[in-house]
């Protein structure tokens, strides 16, 4: 039973780690306590009391917490955006309270700023759900896991991006920034005809010169013929790198190397009239006002690394074809926060490109230490990087001698040559990597996949060492065999922390979905240990159009939350962290762990009985109800058993392979099977996922209703019981029961907790695989088993209740109904041929409505399916979308020519078109839809309804003898079918 004290101390310890002081039910405030003394939530005048207030800053924090998370809020309208001010809602739903007291506060004391919470659930399922409350009104806000953003550091912040809609400083920095980059990019382009790979190192030359501020300037360009401006830059850097000591000789002379480009390129040290100056002295003064100052000031940020990418990105360059992917800095800090980095680590990345991970290694280290010593060792001794690429070599050292680090060991050399045995000589303590990707394109590059470089680089490091890689999610699956073979490997010799997926956009337009891999070296996987994997999509980092991702105040306290469920000071749901046993065959990701670890609710199990209930009223309506004729003991009625409510019972983890044997179904083309009476189930979710239907075939698994049920694992993930023995298609798994005493209650029971585990799964990630390690949570016996007993009873009252409710809403039909008379069979009636426009008063198209625009609500949305009536969806009501009602829809394109009637106001894509007239009715509107249906013989993929088409359709339909359509018949004769098949159904229930 859910208990509201567990919410009251999970929140306060929320509070109490971000050091805000609260008080419990009152407030330490003199003006805060008397304006409570009044503020009773039924209106009574009494005192009232929120769980807990505190003041931050200027701001008043107000906390109401609820037990379960039904209580969070109740809203007036169908978008959830106004919340109830009824006694019922404020003393009932946390939000609704929480609003409630921030009003009594601001309207009885001089404080002038609110933040509201409403709380509600556990530490594991919760939601913490804030207002900003002021004079003017209320302002909903996003979830947030904690109250990070709400601490003394972090709320006046959070308060200008939220609430005010400022832009944050950072963000305003870096468009500078960026803005700078492009116009340094172009010049660069312009007046100095340079290529991609060309324009960060001279850039890179420029800095290393403009960094021996004693000895060089600007100024010291003329444009001289003899002594070139480009010599003059290349003697500063070789005298500026022999300065801070850049050794060996050999690396200086590659890096030297790189930037000979800088006093051999004729054209950028001729004076170019549009600048009266040489390129190289524009480009130095351009650098020395824009961009250095940038660098010198960052003392965490990969600035030049930021740079080079801008420069890739905005000359369409080899960046992703050659693997290239800069790593962003709040993934570096994130690195040095998941092995918590010491000052006495030795760091290694063999991939180094533009030295990112070992500046901010190094800032980390340096910022634990007062020692100068210590400083200075860490700076020339205990950073370590190789890379392959010459460019980027000199880049990365550039970088380095930038932040006053020459003697850093980056070595210019191929990774995967160098013997592990002779680089873990160094101890290297930590290693980080971001590797070259999408390297391995055949059988003759194999060796260059991401987990190869993982494999070298957890060899490469002392025993113990701790490792964080960031590469593709596919990484993480293998994608060949040989990849699976080295994931085998590395647990063999290495451990497995966990996984962290993370968001999509963190390589800004390069197209990769990323996630970070943490290992333990040389010490071999614990197969009984659990290792974490979380799902970081929702970091607090959103794209900025022309900037790339950039930060939001949000990003504090979800990196707080991921740092507490890492390092085990906090829990969470299964949607954010899954703590689990791995094998090396597994994908090692989030999405193949997770698994809904909510307790249902009666919701679902109504679902799954109506569901079932409809497909049997569809069968029979369409003569099949000889399908329903068993008399077997599971359907027999068994009395209603009390039985206590689901959050009442106990639950428990089970693998469906626990429960069941899973098959695979064949391949199957619906348009070519015999027809017959064995259904073939596709990956619909509707119909019961009934295709259609077929004779016996040969050699195909018949799958025994009684004890299976049908799984769709692609496009859909939707799980039934069915009522026949059927067949599957190559889209769908038959789960055959390994338990005893199976019938169709349980199965019905399995079906929602099997169906709710579809949030998991999207359309690159389908359930193909490692469904029989998808877990369920089932209530249990007291000895810890399924409890089949109470599956079974439960069903059977729910069933009884929705029958009940269903089988009086077809007496009701069948009342206002009466026996209709007979109308004349259609053979002997009149027709004639009208255009549609002369039967419906209005045609009209939906509007476009994007379903990333979509919100969930209660209308229906109408695409072009030939399913559910056309409905695809239920939406929330929105500003310029088009609301139809009491017409007929077609489908202009998908399953062209779908013709339903809609009795209740919808939304309508714009492949549907409406037909409308209000003088018809329901029976009339169902009769010409069974005549317009016919137009998809003329349709097809290629040759769509368009608005010209539609205006020249023609119907035959029955006519009166003075030629007119007639109407009377129409509605007479749909309303005996209709009676016909309502009283079937009826009799057979009863």
């Not at 900037?547 to 949000?554: A, L, M, S, Y």
């Amino acid at each position: 039973m859910a208990n509201e004290r567990k919410t009251d101390i999970f929140i306060s310890r929320l509070l109490e780690n971000v050091g805000i002081k609260y008080t419990p039910n009152g407030s330490d405030n003199i003006e805060i306590q008397k304006a409570l003394k009044t503020a009773s939530k039924k209106g009574t005048g009494k005192s009232g009391f929120p769980e807990f207030t505190a003041i931050v800053q200027d701001f008043v924090l107000v906390i109401e917490n609820k037990a379960e998370q039904e209580k969070q809020a109740l809203y007036t309208d169908d978008d959830n955006t106004i919340l109830s001010i009824d006694t019922k809602a404020i003393t009932d739903y946390a939000e609704n309270g929480a609003l409630h007291y921030a009003n009594e506060i601001l309207t009885k004391t001089n404080f002038k700023k609110v933040f509201a919470f409403g709380c509600s659930g556990d530490e594991k399922h919760h939601i913490i759900k804030p207002l900003f409350v002021d004079a003017t009104g209320y302002k909903l806000l996003d979830k947030v896991e904690n109250f990070e953003n709400f601490s003394a550091a972090n709320i006046e912040q959070y308060y200008r991006e939220q609430i005010l809609g400022e832009t944050p400083p950072k963000i305003l920095e870096t468009q500078e920034l960026l803005k700078k980059a492009t116009e340094l990019h172009e010049a660069l382009r312009n007046y100095g005809q340079l290529g991609d790979k060309e324009k960060p190192l001279v850039v890179s030359a420029i800095l290393l010169a403009l960094a021996d501020k004693n000895n060089f300037n600007s100024n010291q360009l003329t444009g001289d013929n003899v002594n070139t401006d480009g010599n003059k830059i290349f003697r500063s850097i070789e005298t500026y790198m022999t300065k801070v000591q850049v050794t060996p000789e050999t690396k200086k002379e590659k890096v030297l190397n790189q930037f000979i480009l800088v006093k051999d390129r004729t054209i950028l040290n001729q004076i170019d009239e549009r600048l009266s100056k040489t390129p190289l002295k524009f480009f130095t003064e351009f650098v020395e006002t824009h961009i250095l100052h940038s660098i010198k000031a960052n003392t965490k940020g990969d600035v030049l690394g930021n740079f080079y990418s801008e420069f890739m990105r905005y000359g369409g360059g080899d960046g992703q074809s050659l693997g290239v992917v800069l790593t962003p800095d709040h993934i570096t800090e994130l690195f040095c926060d998941l092995v918590e980095l010491k000052p006495t680590d030795m760091v290694f990345d063999p991939c180094c490109g533009t030295a990112a991970f070992l500046i901010a290694a190094m800032h980390r280290m340096e910022k634990m230490t007062n020692d100068p010593e210590q400083k200075k060792h860490i700076k020339s001794d205990q950073l370590h990087g190789i890379e392959i690429r010459e460019d980027m070599f000199s880049i990365a050292t550039t970088n380095m001698i930038l932040r006053d680090d020459g003697k850093s060991n980056l070595v210019p050399a191929n990774f995967l040559t160098k013997p592990a045995t002779d680089l873990r000589k160094n101890n290297f303590t930590v290693g980080f990597m971001n590797p070259p990707y999408s390297q391995a394109k055949g059988k003759d590059t194999v060796h260059l996949s991401e987990v190869h470089f993982i494999e070298h680089l957890l060899n490469s490091l002392a025993d113990g060492a701790r490792c964080v890689v960031i590469v593709p999610q596919s990484t993480m699956v293998g994608k060949t065999n040989e990849d699976k073979k080295i994931k085998q490997r590395i647990l063999e010799k290495h451990s497995l922390e966990g996984v962290i997926t993370l968001n999509k956009e963190t390589f800004y337009s390069i197209g990769v979905n990323p996630c970070i891999a943490v290992f333990t070296a040389h010490k071999a996987h614990d197969f009984k240990k659990r290792c974490k994997f979380i799902n970081f999509e929702d970091d607090g980092f959103k794209t900025r159009k022309h900037i790339g991702i950039t930060e939001t105040e949000r990003a504090k306290s979800q990196r707080a939350k991921l740092l507490d469920c890492w390092f085990d000071r906090a829990d969470a749901d299964s949607k954010f962290m899954v703590k689990t046993a791995i094998e090396a065959t597994d994908e090692w990701l989030h999405s193949f762990y997770y698994f809904n670890d909510e307790i249902p609710k009666e919701a679902d199990f109504e679902k799954a009985i109506a569901d079932y209930l409809t497909f049997e009223f569809s069968m029979i309506m369409q003569g099949r109800d000889y399908l329903f004729d068993s008399n077997t003991a599971d359907e027999k009625k068994k009395p209603e058993p009390e039985l206590i409510p689901l959050k009442q019972k106990e639950w428990g983890e089970f693998e469906i392979g626990d429960l069941f044997y899973v098959y695979t179904g064949g391949d199957l083309i619906i348009s070519r099977i015999t027809k017959g009476n064995v259904p073939v189930i596709s990956h619909s979710i509707f119909n019961n996922g009934v295709a259609g239907w077929t004779d016996v075939i040969k050699k195909q698994k018949l799958f025994d209703s009684t004890k299976t049920i049908s799984l769709a694992d692609r496009g859909n993930f939707y799980a039934f019981t069915q009522k026949l023995d059927y067949y599957v298609g190559t889209r769908v798994k038959a789960l055959e029961a390994k338990f005893e005493n199976c019938n169709k209650k349980i199965l019905l029971f399995l079906c929602p907790l099997i169906n709710i585990q579809s949030v998991k799964f999207s359309y690159g990630n389908n359930a193909t695989s490692g469904t029989e390690k998808l877990k369920l949570l089932l209530p249990i016996t007291p000895e810890g088993a399924p409890d089949y007993a109470y599956m079974e009873a439960y069903m059977r009252r729910i069933e009884a209740k929705l029958l009940r409710k269903y089988v009086d809403y077809v007496s009701l039909k069948i009342k206002a109904l009466g026996e209709k008379g007979a109308a004349i069979p259609l053979k002997q009636k009149e027709w004639g041929e009208f255009y549609l426009n002369e039967v419906f008063v209005e045609i009209q198209r939906g509007k476009r409505f994007k379903k990333d625009d979509h919100k969930k609500g209660i209308i229906p949305y109408v695409s072009s399916s030939a399913l559910n009536n056309g409905i695809d969806a239920f939406v929330g009501k929105k500003e310029n979308i088009r609301i139809f009602s009491n017409c007929l829809t077609i489908a202009n394109s998908g399953s062209i020519g779908a013709t339903f009637y809609q009795p209740f106001s919808f939304v309508a894509s714009d492949h549907v078109t409406k037909l409308q007239n209000n003088d018809l009715n329901a029976f009339i509107y169902l009769f010409i839809a069974s005549i317009i249906k016919r137009l998809n013989e003329k349709y097809s993929f290629n040759r769509e309804i368009n608005d010209a088409r539609i205006q020249r359709e023609k119907l035959l339909l029955p006519i009166t003898p003075e030629g007119a359509p007639d109407y009377a018949y129409m509605e007479a004769y749909m309303q005996r079918i209709t009676y016909e098949k309502l009283t079937a159904y009826f009799q057979k229930k009863l």
